[in-house]
């Protein structure tokens, strides 16, 4: 454990060479009167639009095409940022079309296994195309900012817009499975007379 | 999780396998594939005192075209009929099905047999066999029998295949002349359960349509033609007679608005495709 703690290292053994350095940016205060903190020294900015199909028989979407546009600063290594965006892209759709934590009436919990809370394989996640714009942050010595956690938030959102523009809704519940909008699209008076 | 213990047998002759069944009966549960058995083993969904297998039985590996039907023997996989030369001319509407089974690295070790002796409510095989009318071979100490695909199916994971039986053989009849045929189903990803399955064959004065994945065993129903006006009427007797449940991924009653939608483009698609 002394590679952690070089301090720890006997002083007789002779050390290698360490040194410690402490840097705060001068912008992230100590908090105020009211205990409000700046969280983070910078924010990325992300843009997403897309391209979706709801087919009319079975309520199943299909994501034509989705298109995602970053600024996360100085990128350091593109096939990382690249990674960390299609990761969370397709996460995020799983949320959006996929997974539930589902319970019954009674309160039994439905999505137990991964047999039934679905999430997306290679087969249900296009490939997302991705647009990079570097506006360098001021505040980081390299003018890095973050990536990774953006399309979790936009990515569910945006097709979730596309769904509802395509099929004129005002409001959806996520996720968009093929049972609830083929309910949308056919209505209670399609359904053929139920068997009692 | 690990399977529970058991004895473990590999037939080397049919002879041998029939004496197990015979001696063991509900105790032994015949592994093939495995691509059912072996998860509900390691789940201890399945405890059998026996687990007999009977990839190495000689002779059972084949598929055989003649007579109007193709004759898929006890160990053959999902895969090599998919693979079988010619497969879409003989028999179209196990071409279409076949790829909906699974997934291609499960169909490399699952088996045809395999999958109508395992009779899951959603598989595309029991389906097939029952749209096309086929037979099941069985075969015990008691002799070999035929069973028509029809009556074999008998509800969830259930058929008429007596404990000490094997299926030796499958029959799909092959495609007649003038008829066309066609698959569709629909599950929530690639390689899942079918939520609902349709396979349709229409010749020049009769359509009939199967579902698959609604009630606990595949339906055949002789319906109007397509272009016929009675056809939509029908369709909604159809999908209403249903015993349809809810589940997680689909309600009983998007299941029975699949059977009329997804029931009638399978029939108009085997209507275009009458040779």
Redesign the interface.
């Known amino acids: 454990s002394a590679h952690w703690a070089p301090g720890t290292i006997d002083s007789d053994l002779g050390q290698t060479i360490r040194e410690t350095v402490f840097w705060t940016p001068p912008e992230l205060t100590a908090p105020n009167e009211a205990d409000e903190i700046n969280s983070s020294l910078c924010h990325g900015f992300i843009f997403d639009f897309c391209g979706v199909e709801v087919d009319r028989?079975?309520?199943?979407v299909r994501v034509d095409r989705y298109v995602t546009m970053h600024d996360c600063g100085r990128v350091l290594h593109p096939a990382m940022v690249a990674g960390q965006i299609t990761g969370g892209f397709a996460q995020a759709l799983g949320a959006a079309l996929?997974e539930?934590y589902?319970y019954a009436p009674d309160g039994a919990f439905?999505?137990g296994t991964f047999a039934?809370y679905?999430v997306?394989?290679s087969?249900?996640v296009p490939e997302p195309v991705i647009l990079q714009r570097e506006s360098p942050s001021p505040l980081t010595p390299l003018g890095t900012k973050g990536v990774g956690e953006g399309n979790c938030m936009s990515t569910p959102v945006c097709i979730a817009n596309a769904i509802a523009d395509a099929m004129s809704l005002t409001s959806l519940d996520l996720p968009a499975?093929?049972?609830k909008l083929?309910?949308l699209i056919?209505g209670r008076q399609?359904?053929?007379?139920?068997?009692s | 999780m690990k399977p529970a213990a058991f004895d473990y047998v590999r037939a080397e002759s049919l002879d041998e396998a029939l004496d197990v069944l015979a001696a063991e009966g509900a105790d032994a549960t015949i592994l093939a594939g495995g691509q059912t058995l072996v998860p509900m083993l390691n789940m201890r969904m399945a405890r059998p005192r026996v687990v007999l297998d009977i990839m190495r039985l000689p002779g059972l590996d084949r598929i055989d075209i003649a007579e109007g039907a193709i004759r898929v023997g006890a160990t053959v996989r999902q895969r090599a009929l998919e693979r079988q030369a010619d497969l879409g001319k003989h028999q179209p509407l196990l071409a279409a099905a076949l790829p909906w089974i699974g997934h291609a690295q499960t169909r490399n070790r699952g088996t045809v047999c395999g999958s109508v002796a395992n009779a899951d409510p959603s598989a595309e095989l029991p389906l097939v066999l029952v749209a096309l009318r086929g037979e099941i071979e069985l075969r015990s100490r008691r002799g070999a029998r035929r069973a028509a695909a029809n009556a074999f199916f008998t509800g969830i994971m259930s058929t008429e295949r007596k404990d000490d039986e094997l299926i030796e053989a499958v029959s799909f009849p092959t495609a007649h002349a003038g008829a066309g045929y066609a698959f569709r189903e629909i599950g929530r990803r690639h390689g899942d359960f079918a939520i609902v399955a349709c396979a349709a064959v229409v010749d020049t004065h009769k359509a009939r349509l199967a579902i698959g994945g609604v009630a606990d065993r595949p339906i055949l129903r002789e319906l109007p033609l397509p272009g016929s006006a009675d056809l939509t009427d029908a369709l909604d007797a159809f999908a209403a007679d249903f015993d349809a449940r809810d589940d997680l991924h689909a309600t009983a009653a998007y299941r029975r608005a699949l059977v009329r939608r997804l029931g009638l483009q399978t029939l108009l698609e085997a209507a275009a495709c009458r040779a």
């Open positions: 028989l079975s309520g199943a996929f539930e589902a439905l999505s039934d679905l997306p394989t087969m249900e499975t093929p049972t083929a309910a056919h399609n359904e053929p007379r139920v068997k």
